[in-house]
DNA sequence: ACACGGCCATATGTATACGAAAGGCGCATT
DNA sequence: AATGCGCCTTTCGTATACATATGGCCGTGT
């Protein structure tokens, strides 16, 4: 679990707190695949690789634990989630209903500052694509999906959408996909980037749902 | 502050967990209007009414502050959320999203004993409204909706609308809805379930879109 | 009388202590 | 040798202790 190292005490001036911290660091450790599936968590190892004490770790899980990231598994210990096939169409079917009507508000509403970082993120992704950094290109793809809400500033949205993303991570958690998968997910976003750019409300909607329909996990 | 009194120690054979406790004690007083807005909590003092320590109580904060059912005021202080009317406009955009989608679903797979349990609820909802007790009334509003996406097994999506009837329902708190809101609403949900009895998508999908169009909070 | 400054009261954030529950392992018995 | 019983280890759930920050309040000086 690269990047996942004990931190010893706490060097002088973190302001952070230590349970959002401690929840961050899980989160990405985890959504980058750097435990393997089923791996046994637990508070007190935990809180000792970050150099804090259960507490944090505490509020940490149980935050995890409510997005699905994390499971209970036997003798409540907490364990990395495995999203069922079942899941993951309860994700595919709320991802169809919300983004594709976000799409088509943000082509009526989003401001061209906003196309621009849509723009930047997916410079990002081929950068990430061509070194087949597959951490990075996804990062992308979900900063591309959380933009949407976010310049809408539909923070309900983003927060639902955070999540139903964190589990569609989760599930592909390990697959090498083909580079193919990855240029047609940037020709997507791309074709859902010019709708929004022309203020074409129901070719984003479109673009958005044929994106959904043809990059789904499966 | 009804329902909500200091509790001595526990009586023995409450094998519920604290901090579950708390919460549901906590979501339910604050959502059925218990509260006054703005009241500012504090772990101790919420601890002391309910008999256990700030530990469960701190869960259970952090819980309510997740779903904007609290916020957080000055001085870090906890208080009753009090939704916007930019994020009434959000909830109503999602459940317009989702639950038409839901419905559609519900029409094409949903059992008979299900149907059977919708028009029970809305049995206890006609009691409710005739007696005038509008908290009872809404909490069978949130049992109808609710029991669409728990018939389909999609926990995320009742998970979900769970969150948003939470804080539709925050943000009616305290309004006194006429009795002609209710029977209206009353009359709409019968119109879901009859399309849904029917197995007919197209008229479930629309009779509930027609329903949030007619019944949103405004 | 008003303004400024320092103390205090109280709240949260974190750490630790304590108790209970649940498997795992070993020993004894058949 | 197999099985059943019981101790033990480990982990969680809760309580409490400690550190820290922040706003209020009072006293004093002008």
Redesign the pocket.
């Known amino acids: 679990m690269k990047g996942f190292r004990p931190q010893p005490a706490?060097s002088g001036a973190d302001k952070?707190?230590?349970?959002?911290?401690v929840y961050e660091e899980l989160r990405r450790a985890i959504l980058h695949g750097e435990f393997a599936p089923g791996t046994?968590?637990?508070?007190?190892?935990v809180?000792t690789m970050l150099?804090?004490?259960?507490?944090?770790v505490?509020?940490a899980?149980a935050e995890l634990l409510n997005q699905g990231i994390l499971a209970e598994g036997?003798?409540?210990?907490?364990v990395i989630a495995d999203p069922s096939p079942e899941l993951l169409a309860e994700i595919v079917l709320m991802r169809d209903a919300l983004e594709p009507v976000l799409a088509r508000r943000a082509a009526e509403r989003m401001d061209v500052s906003d196309v621009d970082q849509l723009r930047l993120i997916m410079i990002r992704a081929r950068r990430a694509a061509d070194a087949g950094d597959v951490n990075a290109f996804l990062d992308c793809d979900d900063d591309f999906h959380l933009h949407i809400p976010h310049a809408l500033h539909h923070h309900l949205a983003a927060d639902t959408l955070r999540r139903l993303l964190a589990l569609t991570r989760l599930a592909v958690r390990g697959t090498d996909p083909s580079d193919p998968l990855l240029t047609r997910i940037a020709a997507e976003h791309e074709t859902v980037i010019e709708a929004l750019a022309a203020g074409d409300p129901e070719a984003a909607a479109d673009a958005m749902a044929a994106h959904l329909a043809s990059s789904a996990p499966r």
Not at 40 to 45: F, K, P, V
Request: charged residues 35%; glycine residues 10%.
């Open positions: 706490r952070t707190l230590s349970s959002k911290r046994s968590l637990g508070e007190t190892r809180g150099g804090v004490s259960r507490t944090p505490r509020e899980f036997a003798r409540r210990q907490v």
